[in-house]
């Protein structure tokens, strides 16, 4: 393991050994706030951090990671450390090389040697240590094989191929008990962050960092600087004794906030409106279902996750949350797949097929990757089992071999045409249609479904440019499954409960059928 400073040694020499430029423009010793120093306490091999904005931790892990490269082992003369860090854009990549220059610029001499191989590559020769600090993506020469300190700083907004290739590329290259650490504010559900976040089974070490941690957070009565905030100029009354809301009372029972953390939080969630959960976050739960950016209402998506639950039966890629019940109509929406995973275009895409009943309650999801005829198979099992249900299937692309399969090998009679075509054709118009009607029914929280998935990709679908879809990196094949089952509702054909009645159902889901 490189690096020999312990934790407390670090936190004693920062603020003798490194100088930043603060907020007002003044050079201050780094001095650690609350948690700034509670990470550098808490932090394992792999960490990950969910925080809030401008807390400083990108220059703590700089600092740290200085501290590491140029303070050597007294054993040996040499500290052998090679750290990298790795922004989200140019612009945090130019301010974190400045705020190299100046901790560098004013230690107390002797200073160790600075090598300057490039702009973003700072050596110590004599040291044997190297500083890399560059942009997420761009082409990194000079490392070696070994890194021993890495900090990805604003991860989820990486793109989804970055984030994957640089995560992975580093763990192979941190040795065991050297260190990575990856941190962001939150950027709603989905991509490589929030999974990892949310995977019981991740290997990095979590840390939530709430705004009411930070020291500078609050703003007293006698605050001088209330004089000069506009929003206390439109507000004066906020400048005194503070009347809390219920939901103040709630944050100050939940978190023990005080009054002057309550002015400070009014202050900013009128300066940032909806963003506030998302930016300044109070629980690791709330910051991502607030920042979504849905195109569906975040109170009706909040008060239907209430009822997500473990369905009743799961087995084979099927999941039931209600059986079958007598005299019931169902409709299928069928999103079909690629089913070559290799295909760089739809990697990881799901084939989906959606479960509604006419009163509008989501019941099942079979969601898997398989072939065409494959998928055209269990759609039609599936079918059969809810009381010959009415299938949706997309027709494009690959669904248009699943809708074939649907009509000419399975023989299925109760399928949605377009004209004399077999399935659901997808264009601008009729996308956004089926946008229209998920909208409606979804707003106006008539759907019931008890499916955290469905509500994960409800969160993040939207409207980008002319388009609707997910956030890059995330899937949207149970919303267009959902949304095609609904369009299915006000046109299921006479006699579709009669499949069951007039043949034996099948044994069991998946069962293969007898030649």
């Not at 029914?441 to 994960?456: F, G, K, P, Q």
Request: some cysteine.
């Amino acid at each position: 393991m490189a690096g020999w400073l312990t934790t407390e040694q670090k936190l004693l020499l920062m603020p003798k050994l490194l100088k930043i430029v603060n907020k007002a423009g003044d050079l201050i010793p780094l001095r650690p706030n609350y948690c700034q120093q509670y990470t550098l306490e808490n932090e394992g091999d792999k960490t990950q951090i969910l925080k809030y904005r401008q807390g400083g931790l990108s220059t703590i892990k700089l600092g740290d990671q200085f501290l590491d490269c140029i303070v050597p082992n007294p054993k040996t003369g040499r500290s052998n450390i090679t750290a990298v860090i790795f922004s989200y854009d140019n612009e945090s990549t130019q301010r974190l090389l400045g705020k190299v220059e100046t901790m560098y610029e004013n230690l107390p001499d002797p200073k160790p040697y600075m090598g300057r191989d490039n702009t973003n590559l700072k050596t110590f020769p004599e040291l044997g240590s190297r500083l890399y600090i560059g942009t997420a993506g761009a082409r990194v020469a000079g490392l070696g094989d070994t890194v021993n300190r890495a900090h990805l700083s604003e991860f989820a907004y990486w793109s989804p191929t970055n984030a994957r290739r640089i995560k992975e590329g580093l763990e192979q290259a941190v040795p065991m008990g050297d260190k990575i650490t990856i941190e962001n504010t939150a950027n709603g559900e989905g991509g490589e962050f929030y999974d990892m976040w949310h995977d019981p089974n991740c290997p990095y070490k979590k840390i939530f960092l709430p705004w009411y941690w930070h020291e500078e957070y609050s703003l007293g009565r006698d605050d001088p600087r209330l004089e000069n905030l506009q929003y206390f100029t439109m507000r004066p009354e906020d400048k005194g004794e503070l009347e809390f809301s219920q939901e103040e009372i709630e944050l100050v029972s939940a978190f023990a906030l005080t009054e002057d953390q309550i002015r400070w939080r009014r202050m900013k969630v009128a300066e940032t409106k909806e963003m506030f959960p998302q930016w300044y976050p109070e629980d690791p739960v709330t910051c991502f279902v607030a920042s979504g950016g849905s195109i569906f209402s975040a109170d009706v998506l909040k008060h239907m996750a209430r009822f997500t639950c473990e369905p009743l039966k799961a087995e084979d890629g099927l999941k039931r949350w209600e059986l079958p019940m007598f005299g019931e109509k169902y409709i299928i929406g069928v999103d079909s797949a690629d089913p070559d995973p290799a295909n760089p275009k739809t990697e990881g895409d799901f084939c989906v097929a959606v479960v509604v009943s006419s009163r509008f309650r989501h019941v099942a999801t079979l969601r898997g990757q398989w072939p065409p005829v494959e998928f055209a198979y269990r759609v039609a099992r599936l079918a059969e089992m809810y009381n010959g249900a009415y299938i949706v299937p997309e027709r494009n692309s690959i669904g248009t071999a699943v809708c074939v399969a649907l009509e000419e090998v399975e023989r299925y009679p109760y399928i949605y045409k377009t004209g004399e075509r077999t399935g659901w054709i997808s264009n601008k118009a009729t996308k956004r249609q089926l946008v229209g009607v998920l909208e409606d029914i979804i707003n106006s929280s008539v759907l019931y479904t008890r499916d955290n998935e469905l509500l994960s990709e409800l969160r993040i679908f939207r409207k980008i440019g002319n388009k609707f879809m997910a956030k890059e990196g995330s899937h949207d094949d149970l919303v267009i499954a959902l949304g095609l089952s609904l369009l299915g509702i006000d046109e299921i054909p006479r006699g579709s409960m009669s499949v069951v009645g007039k043949k034996k159902a099948s044994t069991g889901y998946g069962s293969r059928r007898k030649a």
